[in-house]
Each structure stands twice: as C-alpha cells, then as structure tokens.
C-alpha cells in the first residue's frame, strides 16, 4: 500500500523560504512519478511540480524560477524547496504519486494522473 507523509510546512513571512518534504512508502520508486499539489481554500487544486525517477521535472508557470522539486531515490524522498515566497502561495500542500506504465517522464501536472495523495501540510505566508 502507498503511503506518502508530508513535512515541513508552516508560517513564513512574505520573500521566505520553506522546504517540504514527502516520506514515501510501499511504493518501488522507478515505477512512479512524483509530485506536489496545493489546494487554497475556495479554489481547486493546482498541479505544481513533477519529477520522474529520470529527472524529467515539469513545472505549473505560477511557481517557475520560484519552486524547485527534487527526488532523493534511494531515501524515498521527495522536496519542494519554496523560494520567494508571496500571500497568494497560503495553501495546503499535497505530495502525490502516480504510476509510470513505462513513461520515463512526468505526463502532466494534472490531479488525473497522479493516483495516490499524502494528508498534506499547511503553508502560510504573512504580509
């Protein structure tokens, strides 16, 4: 069973940064891609980044030059590094995994085509 555990949210001030971080388990990790989603309230969830076990990487425009994911293989880890952080980013933020079928790249950033979710961690940025 997929087991995907987020960290390292919180409260940051405007122009900060956050790193979070996702625990996965129960998965063999060149089987899937990963991803992070975040979820504000009122609005949809927005697909942000992926990463394939490759290195392929695909980034939502909101977050270019700003966010940066990662994969550490062999720990089962994955990371947001969240830089320049602005208001508008306060969301609660998913880590996802979907299933590759033979892809070597991330397909998309769409909440389809990514299977298994983590609870989720809150981010908060102050004015």
């Known amino acids: 069973q997929v087991q995907l555990v987020e960290s390292g949210g919180g409260s940051v001030q405007s122009g900060g940064s956050l790193r979070l971080s996702c625990a996965a388990s129960?998965?063999?990790?060149?089987?899937?891609?990963m991803g992070w989603f975040r979820q504000a309230p009122g609005k949809e969830r927005e697909g942000l980044a992926g990463i394939s076990t490759y290195g392929h990487t695909r980034y939502a425009e909101s977050v270019k030059g700003r966010f940066s994911i990662s994969l550490d293989n062999a720990k089962k880890m994955v990371y947001l590094q969240m830089n320049s952080l602005k208001p508008e980013d306060t969301a609660m933020y998913y880590c996802?995994?979907?299933?590759?079928?033979?892809?070597?790249?991330?397909?998309?950033?769409?909440?389809?085509?990514?299977?298994?979710w983590g609870q989720g961690t809150q981010v908060t940025v102050t004015s």
């Open positions: 996802a995994a979907g299933r590759t079928y033979g892809l070597l790249y991330v397909p998309s950033l769409g909440s389809g085509d990514f299977a298994d």
């Open positions: 129960g998965i063999t990790v060149s089987n899937y891609y």
